[in-house]
């Protein structure tokens, strides 16, 4: 592996840069996902995984709606090369198994969303599993911003930066705003924007399913006000008072275009907002919870007469 390790450096010296594009680029998906609903273009390309029986890419019998669906599939290829490169930047000096664990987790988590894409077009645009789509879409920002993270970070366990009470304020407001998401995909489900006009909808009622989701939403901004509130009731940093903060923002931004596009019967474009949002959301719900602890840098081996340098400390309050 050593003989190969001048061809990872170019990639290690940017793979802060590369951890972030990868990050971006799966909210992205988020947004051509959504292009694609939205124009009914779910089945522009009516196989998988060719565009249609005799070619793999589009053709100018699927017009307009084979380009965005056949747009949205090769958005794949861009994150396969983001993953490929964060993976080969991990593997550079000095190797840390956490990051190459991590950017091994964000490359395979790509085909498997590629697949799930393949199913949902097979399913003829089947709400349960398009809503499966959707989710596997935040669990690879969660892995992709656990990667960026990281990068800054050490490898030692975990230490608290606030009261163990806050913390497991911030893990119920995590949990509130993975459920609001999930309950927003029930509620695109039973929506009229389904991908194609011939698609089958979920059968719940819209109306009630939607008053669940914003009883959750207002649960989830509930709990990240006070949430802020504690951060700045206690010597908690800096960084983690202004990630609550962040959360609150963007929440109170997305819960504005959720009702605004409610009211006015879900126009196109508020609704493209709107799924922007919740991968903002979700963003933004992490970066709050991972304001609360630090992983430490582990002390490396110092040779025998010299005096190992001290570890930066941000006075952490022990995880007890």
């Keep these: 592996m050593k003989s190969f390790e001048p061809l990872f450096r170019p990639f290690t010296a940017v793979l802060r840069p590369l951890a972030l594009a990868s990050l971006v680029a799966n909210v992205a998906l988020i947004v051509t996902g959504a292009a694609v609903r939205l124009t009914d273009s779910g089945l522009g390309c009516p196989t998988w995984p060719k565009c249609t029986d005799g070619s793999y890419?589009?053709?100018s019998a699927m017009g307009v709606h084979g380009v965005i669906e056949f747009g949205n599939r090769m958005l794949t290829f861009v994150l396969v090369a983001?993953?490929?490169?964060?993976?080969?930047?991990?593997?550079?000096r000095p190797r840390r198994r956490s990051l190459v664990?991590?950017?091994?987790?964000?490359?395979?988590?790509?085909?498997?969303?590629?697949?799930?894409?393949?199913?949902?077009?097979l399913t003829h645009l089947n709400p349960w599993v398009v809503g499966l789509h959707f989710l596997l879409s935040i669990a690879l920002i969660t892995v992709a911003y656990a990667f960026w993270r990281r990068i800054d970070e050490g490898d030692a366990a975990p230490v608290l930066l606030v009261p163990a009470p806050l913390r497991a304020l911030g893990v119920l407001t995590t949990l509130a705003s993975l459920a609001v998401v999930a309950v927003g995909v029930v509620v695109t489900g039973s929506g009229p924007h389904s991908g194609d006009r011939g698609a089958k909808r979920n059968g719940l009622d819209p109306a009630a399913i939607s008053q669940v989701h914003a009883d959750l939403v207002f649960l989830l901004i509930g709990l990240s006000v006070a949430l802020w509130f504690a951060l700045?009731?206690?010597?908690?940093?800096?960084?983690?008072?202004?990630?609550?903060?962040?959360?609150v923002i963007v929440e109170l931004s997305q819960g504005l275009i959720g009702f605004v596009q409610y009211f006015t019967h879900l126009p196109v474009i508020l609704v493209?907002?709107?799924m922007l949002g919740a991968g903002l959301v979700w963003w933004a719900t992490l970066g709050a919870l991972w304001s609360l602890r630090e992983r430490?840098?582990?002390a490396e081996s110092t040779p025998a007469?010299?005096?190992?340098?001290?570890?930066p400390s941000k006075d952490p309050v022990p995880a007890a």
């Excluded at 664990?101 to 949902?120: C, D, Y």
């Excluded at 007469?305 to 570890?311: E, I, V």
């Design 232 to 247: 700045r009731a206690v010597p908690a940093p800096a960084a983690a008072v202004r990630a609550a903060g962040v959360l």
């Design 57 to 59: 890419t589009t053709t």
């Design 101 to 121: 664990r991590l950017s091994i987790a964000v490359g395979l988590g790509i085909p498997m969303q590629g697949v799930i894409g393949g199913i949902t077009v």
């Design 82 to 92: 983001l993953a490929i490169a964060c993976f080969l930047g991990a593997l550079g």
């Design 305 to 311: 007469g010299q005096t190992p340098a001290p570890a």
């Design 272 to 274: 493209a907002a709107h």
């Design 296 to 298: 430490p840098v582990v």
